[in-house]
Every structure is written in structure tokens, then in C-alpha cells.
């Protein structure tokens, strides 16, 4: 999906890029009805493209947003578990059980509330540990331990949302604008406090950018613009100009 919006932006700037360069050789050809009946069609056919790919972006924009919502559902029994020591040979269940019975207190959990358990990604050569990918069995499960998380403050261990990559690149921006305690994700939406205390839900840069920093910009959240479809533009005949020259 992203491939297909870089795509159309390069086609966009390619198309800019050849109207303007078309543009400045009629403007400096000799002035005759012909040309400026040519021009008229020119600046109807480019107004016409240009809204036909933004439509065809916000369409691209609408469809990416529905897929991410769809793969986030999917990731809904799953938690990622951050901090953990890695070890070789590691039972990477039996590891995620200890830490919910003992610390967390989930006295009804065990390794068969697991569904999936693993560490995500390649080894680094830093010694960083992966995070421990979760799938719980159980929703009710899942909840059970995103709400104990709060004893692990201070251990070094933190539990986070799988959220998918566009999110989580939303999320670490939300971050940066509005500081670690005012952001946090919740059943896979990203939670943020703008400047007037109120709590606003999240999913897109655009949703992000529509938040106010500062609390002499009053938050507002607009509603998504509509996707309207290009009007065909009407050209002008060759012997419609030929017509009006003949007038002239």
C-alpha cells in the first residue's frame, strides 16, 4: 500500500513537472486565437488531471486506512513484552508466565493461555533483547494482564500493543509532539491529551496534525474531507476554434 502512494506521488510531480513545462512554451509562443483557445483547453485538461489524482489519493488513503483497521483487529489478543533477558535455549512461554503469575498477580494464568509466543525480529549485535511477541487464547485473558502492567514500573519490563507499522510510526510522532505521559494506546488506538486536557483517538498522521500543541490553540478534530470524483472537462473543438478565428 505505501508503494502505491509513493507511486502516485512520483506520478504527480511528473505530471506537474511536464504541465509546467508544456505551459511555459505555449506562453511563449506568438498570441493567435488558435493559441488561446489552445490554452483554455490546456487549463481545463490540467485542472482535470490534478483532481482526478487527488481523488485517486484520498481513495488510495481511504483503502490504506481500512486494511490497517483490519490487521489491527487482527492483533487485538496480542501484546509485545519488552526487556526481558534473552537467553539461548529460552522457553520463551514458560518465561512470559513467570512474570504474569509473580509480578502481575494473574493467578489463573498459564502456559496454556497462550496461543503464540516468540521473540520478534533478528538478533542484534548490541545485546539488546527482542521483545516477546504474545498471543493470548483468551480476549478477557489479554485484558486481564494489559490492566496489571502497572506493576512493572520501575523493573525494566514494560508490556506495549502489537501495533502495525503505521501506527506505531503515528505513535512515536504523537510522542515527540505531545510528550510520553500525554500519549498511550488503548485496544490498538492511540490515546492522546491535547492542550486543553481532553482525550482525543488517533490512527493517522492526518488525525495527529489535526491536534492543537498549544493551549492558546484550542483542540479541534475535523471530520475527514469527502472523496469527490473529477468533473470531465469540456474542450474546445478544432472547428469551434477554427470558428472563432474565422469571427475574429
Known sequence: MEALQES?????????????????ELQAACPSPNINSLKSDFS?????????IQALQQQVGLLAQQV???????????LLCHGLPELKGEDTSAVIKSIIV???KVADFSVESISKCHRMGRVSGDGKPRPILIKLRD????????????????????????LTKSRHV????????????????????????????????????????????????????????TVTLPVKPVFTTKSRRAGIANKK
Open 139 to 162: 480476549i478477557n485473558m489479554r485484558d486481564k494482564i494489559w490492566f496489571a502492567k502497572t506493576a512493572l514500573k520501575k523493573s525494566g519490563i514494560t508490556i506495549s500493543e502489537f
Open 170 to 225: 503515528v505513535f512515536m510522532a504523537a510522542r515527540d509532539a505531545f510528550g510520553v505521559n500525554k500519549c498511550f494506546t488503548q485496544q490498538g488506538l492511540i490515546m492522546v491529551i491535547g492542550a486543553n486536557g481532553k482525550r482525543v483517538r488517533i490512527t493517522t498522521m492526518d488525525d495527529l496534525k489535526k491536534i492543537s500543541v498549544t493551549a492558546d490553540s484550542p483542540l479541534k478534530v475535523t471530520k475527514e474531507p
Open 44 to 52: 481545463a485538461f490540467r485542472s482535470f488531471i490534478f483532481t482526478a
Open 102 to 104: 509473580d509480578q502481575l
Open 68 to 78: 490497517d483497521n483490519i490487521e489491527m483487529r487482527s492483533r487485538r489478543k496480542m
Open 8 to 24: 502516485i506521488l512520483k506520478l504527480q510531480q511528473m505530471f506537474t513537472e511536464k504541465m509546467d513545462e508544456y505551459q511555459s
